[in-house]
């Protein structure tokens, strides 16, 4: 009797365990509610009113665990029409929640609301959302973080405290109007004014000393950086003077840990770094410095942001205390950007595996960079020539979103013929010497095209930077999916030499990456998310000038590989 009563409780304790292991695993809902509404700030001396998520700059941090579900309610309180983009979450038969207006969504409109509903699946660590329409997201942006699930560690050592820093960029002019004149002339938009740290410029820049950010640390300690760069248009070094970084994460999937004294992100990247304070209290204050990375030919915000970096003392003041400033690359400095980029590699382990696609289904190569659109008729413009307006393609399709419906939803409902066709190039369609001397027709096509991709096709897409109208990085983002990054380098890629030279053991895995200036990267996915997903550069002036193309992955035969149905307050257009 005895035995049996044991054996009872230990199987009762051990379907608790299991319940609770459940539980644990499939997370909890949280709930969130985004009011847009305007917001008189002041920077730079100067005040204007600009677009917030509750009244707040940058926008309120997001948390979650990884297995939690989302539920966010935007509602729209300003003229502007508004959307809202999780950026590398990975919407697993949710692309209703993706965010990206006229992609999977109409936008929300004055007066309307959305709740974005998602559920976290295998991702941990820094993301970041922001709006997807124009350039709503100059302002309308923020942190989401996603912890490990509960009892999980860090595969690193645990921090004392975890501390988000968005970069970004200040306009003292509305940046739609920048966006407007731009395509209107058809010259380059004018430079932001400043780049801040959590939405301060710093000291700096004129009249800004009361707007530093700063980072109060204790000695001894070790801090977590979520770094995250949601400027418009400028990859950015970072740096703390006197200090070294140690990167642990880039885009949401930890990588071996390495060390470094700058840090590179390009626009829509995000990387944790580990902050090992100094042992004992130094008799100093310490500049953390941020500014371009940029080798193109426009016009950009070459200005630095600075934060402080001060260590608390009990009994000490830092008014007199004098400040160490750190030194960064020139701006134009690729070599630079190469040796940190080809730093990252994914932990590979056995709790967080490099699952990098083997073989290949499909195999694609495009060209991504600048071009011209023809000046219309009886305009003198301001792009290349007065008769030429800027564009950007992706294998010279310049891309042209819908406006009086979504991608998805016309796919959804099959009535995607006059919405967008399916024959976007494999390749390009004119071959030339992609680094070399450009030709001299810089024209693009444009065009609303897409790639179709059966369920679960492995994929290889080459991404190959572009002479025309300068050489530059890009900084490609791909939603609905991680990728491997499995090779890159400089000049034309060789398809008979460079595979061979491919690490299909521990790429990193990222959803954003640098299409090095003069260069090409490749990178392996597998396409296991219904929906249409966006692809596009990340700097925001190429996106409106058509950089962008879309994914549309069918449903597989099984009921977990199918599309859910829209939510019945979806955006209507």
Same mark, same amino acid.
């Given at each position: 009797?005895?035995t049996w009563?044991?054996?009872?409780?230990?199987?009762?304790f051990l379907?608790?365990i299991?319940? !609770?292991?459940?539980a644990?695993?499939?997370?909890?809902?949280?709930?969130?509610?985004?009011d847009?509404?305007?917001?008189?700030?002041?920077?730079?001396?100067?005040?204007?009113?600009?677009?917030?998520?509750?009244? +707040?700059?940058?926008?309120?941090?997001?948390?979650?665990? #990884?297995?939690?579900?989302?539920?966010?309610?935007?509602?729209?309180?300003v003229?502007n029409? =508004?959307s809202?983009?999780?950026?590398g979450?990975?919407?697993?038969?949710?692309?209703?929640?993706?965010?990206?207006?006229?992609v %999977?969504?109409?936008?929300?409109?004055?007066?309307?609301?959305?709740?974005?509903?998602? %559920?976290?699946? @295998?991702? /941990?660590?820094?993301l970041?959302w922001?709006a997807?329409i124009?350039w709503? /997201?100059?302002?309308?942006?923020?942190?989401?973080i996603?912890?490990?699930?509960?009892h999980?560690p860090y595969p690193f050592?645990?921090?004392?405290k975890?501390?988000?820093?968005?970069?970004?960029?200040?306009f003292?002019a509305?940046?739609?109007?920048?966006?407007?004149q731009?395509?209107?002339?058809?010259a380059?938009?004018? $430079?932001?004014?400043a780049?801040?740290?959590?939405?301060l410029? @710093?000291?700096?820049?004129?009249?800004?000393?009361?707007d530093t950010?700063?980072?109060?640390?204790?000695?001894?300690k070790?801090?977590?950086l979520?770094?995250?760069?949601?400027?418009?248009?400028d #990859?950015?070094?970072?740096?703390?003077? !006197?200090h070294?970084?140690t990167?642990?994460e880039?885009?949401?999937?930890?990588?071996?840990?390495?060390?470094?004294?700058?840090?590179?992100l390009? *626009?829509?990247?995000?990387?944790n770094?580990?902050?090992?304070?100094?042992?004992?209290? *130094?008799? $100093?204050?310490?500049?953390?410095?941020a500014? *371009?990375? &940029?080798?193109?030919?426009? =016009?950009?915000d070459?200005?630095?942001?600075?934060?402080?970096?001060?260590?608390?003392?009990h009994?000490?003041?830092?008014?007199?205390?004098s400040?160490?400033?750190?030194?960064?690359?020139?701006?134009?400095s690729?070599s630079?950007? $190469?040796?940190f980029?080809?730093?990252?590699?994914?932990?590979?382990?056995?709790?967080?595996?490099?699952?990098?696609? +083997?073989t290949?289904?499909?195999k694609y190569?495009?060209?991504?960079?600048?071009?011209?659109?023809?000046?219309?008729?009886?305009?003198t413009?301001?792009?290349p020539?007065?008769?030429?307006?800027?564009?950007?393609?992706? !294998?010279?399709?310049?891309?042209?979103?819908?406006n +009086?419906t979504?991608?998805l939803?016309?796919y959804?409902?099959? +009535?995607?013929?006059?919405? &967008?066709?399916?024959?976007?190039?494999?390749?390009?369609? &004119?071959?030339?010497n992609?680094?070399?001397?450009?030709?001299?027709n810089t024209?693009v096509s444009r065009?609303?095209?897409?790639?179709?991709?059966?369920y679960n096709?492995?994929? #290889?897409?080459?991404?190959?930077?572009?002479?025309?109208?300068?050489? #530059?990085?890009?900084?490609?983002?791909?939603?609905?999916?991680?990728?491997?990054?499995v090779?890159? @380098? &400089?000049?034309?890629?060789n398809?008979?030499?460079?595979?061979k030279?491919?690490?299909?053991?521990?790429?990193?895995?990222?959803?954003?990456i640098n299409?090095?200036?003069?260069?090409?990267?490749?990178?392996?996915?597998l396409a296991d998310?219904p929906?249409?997903?966006?692809?596009?550069?990340?700097?925001?002036?190429?996106?409106?000038?058509?950089l %962008?193309?879309?994914?549309v992955v069918l449903d597989?035969d099984?009921?977990?590989?199918?599309?859910?149905?829209?939510?019945?307050?979806?955006?209507k257009?």
């Amino acid at each position: 009797m005895v035995t049996w009563v044991l054996h009872y409780l230990l199987v009762a304790f051990l379907i608790a365990i299991s319940y !609770n292991i459940d539980a644990a695993s499939a997370g909890i809902t949280r709930h969130y509610q985004f009011d847009i509404q305007l917001k008189n700030i002041t920077r730079l001396c100067k005040t204007k009113t600009i677009v917030t998520v509750n009244g +707040k700059f940058p926008g309120p941090k997001v948390t979650a665990r #990884e297995g939690d579900n989302l539920q966010i309610k935007v509602v729209n309180h300003v003229s502007n029409n =508004i959307s809202i983009h999780w950026h590398g979450i990975r919407q697993l038969r949710s692309g209703w929640a993706d965010g990206p207006s006229y992609v %999977t969504q109409c936008p929300i409109r004055t007066g309307q609301s959305y709740v974005y509903n998602f %559920t976290v699946t @295998g991702q /941990r660590g820094t993301l970041w959302w922001h709006a997807h329409i124009q350039w709503m /997201r100059a302002t309308v942006y923020g942190p989401l973080i996603i912890l490990p699930k509960l009892h999980q560690p860090y595969p690193f050592p645990k921090p004392y405290k975890q501390v988000p820093i968005i970069f970004g960029e200040w306009f003292n002019a509305d940046p739609q109007a920048v966006l407007q004149q731009a395509l209107q002339t058809g010259a380059g938009p004018n $430079a932001s004014d400043a780049h801040t740290f959590n939405g301060l410029p @710093g000291p700096l820049y004129n009249c800004s000393t009361k707007d530093t950010y700063k980072l109060m640390v204790k000695p001894g300690k070790t801090y977590l950086l979520r770094l995250i760069n949601a400027a418009l248009n400028d #990859e950015l070094f970072f740096t703390i003077a !006197n200090h070294t970084l140690t990167v642990v994460e880039a885009d949401a999937c930890y990588v071996k840990p390495f060390q470094t004294n700058t840090v590179l992100l390009g *626009p829509g990247q995000t990387t944790n770094v580990l902050l090992k304070t100094k042992p004992i209290y *130094p008799n $100093a204050t310490f500049y953390m410095l941020a500014r *371009p990375y &940029f080798t193109g030919q426009g =016009i950009i915000d070459n200005t630095t942001v600075a934060g402080i970096l001060q260590y608390q003392h009990h009994s000490k003041s830092s008014k007199n205390l004098s400040i160490i400033k750190p030194s960064l690359p020139p701006i134009n400095s690729t070599s630079y950007a $190469a040796n940190f980029t080809k730093m990252f590699r994914s932990l590979a382990s056995s709790t967080f595996p490099a699952n990098v696609p +083997k073989t290949v289904d499909k195999k694609y190569f495009f060209t991504v960079g600048l071009g011209t659109n023809p000046c219309p008729k009886n305009q003198t413009c301001q792009g290349p020539t007065n008769t030429t307006k800027f564009a950007a393609s992706i !294998n010279n399709v310049s891309f042209i979103l819908p406006n +009086k419906t979504s991608l998805l939803q016309s796919y959804f409902v099959g +009535k995607s013929n006059n919405v &967008f066709m399916t024959d976007f190039p494999t390749g390009p369609i &004119f071959p030339f010497n992609y680094t070399g001397t450009p030709p001299n027709n810089t024209m693009v096509s444009r065009g609303t095209k897409v790639v179709v991709l059966k369920y679960n096709t492995t994929v #290889e897409l080459v991404l190959q930077g572009t002479s025309i109208l300068g050489i #530059e990085a890009h900084p490609i983002h791909l939603h609905g999916f991680n990728f491997y990054v499995v090779g890159q @380098g &400089f000049g034309n890629f060789n398809p008979a030499r460079d595979p061979k030279q491919y690490n299909l053991v521990d790429p990193v895995e990222r959803n954003t990456i640098n299409v090095p200036s003069g260069g090409w990267v490749a990178i392996r996915f597998l396409a296991d998310n219904p929906g249409v997903w966006l692809m596009h550069c990340h700097i925001e002036i190429h996106l409106s000038w058509g950089l %962008t193309m879309a994914w549309v992955v069918l449903d597989g035969d099984l009921p977990n590989q199918k599309l859910l149905p829209p939510p019945s307050d979806f955006p209507k257009c």
